[in-house]
């Protein structure tokens, strides 16, 4: 098993940036695919970023439409984190951000993780 726990959230203006970070414990973190959610007051939880390593030390990494070119996700295997990047942040970005693991490959569908953090809280400002 392992667990998940977020930092990094805040507010910021529109236009700015944050940097969210997972840090993994309690088991192998090379093993898991990782990935990031967010759910808005009022609205489902929606998948925003994920990546896995595949073998040596390639990553794969996927994002939602509406992050794309803005947010960049990555992982250190070494020190069990992966973070989040976003750039030209909106005010439709504000959200709880999750962090999330599961086995296997990347995955786009809440559902089939099996691990969340806690969530770290994002507001961005007009």
């Known amino acids: 098993q392992v667990q998940l726990e977020e930092s990094g959230g805040g507010l910021v203006q529109a236009g700015g940036s944050l940097r969210l970070s997972c840090l993994a414990s309690?088991?192998?973190?090379?093993?898991?695919?990782m990935g990031w959610f967010r759910q808005a007051p009022g609205k489902e939880r929606e998948f925003v970023a994920a990546?896995?390593?595949?073998?040596?030390?390639?990553?794969?990494?996927i994002y939602a439409a509406s992050v794309k070119d803005r947010f960049t996700v990555s992982r250190d295997n070494a020190q069990n984190t992966m973070d989040l990047q976003m750039n030209s942040l909106r005010p439709e970005d504000t959200a709880v951000y999750y962090c999330?693991?599961?086995?296997?490959?990347?995955?786009?569908?809440?559902?089939?993780?099996?691990?969340w953090g806690q969530g770290t809280q994002v507001t961005v400002s007009s």
């Open positions: 999330a693991a599961k086995l296997g490959g990347n995955s786009k569908d809440r559902r089939s993780y099996d691990h």
């Open positions: 309690g088991d192998t973190f090379s093993r898991y695919a």
């Open positions: 990546i896995r390593w595949n073998s040596g030390t390639t990553f794969y990494d």
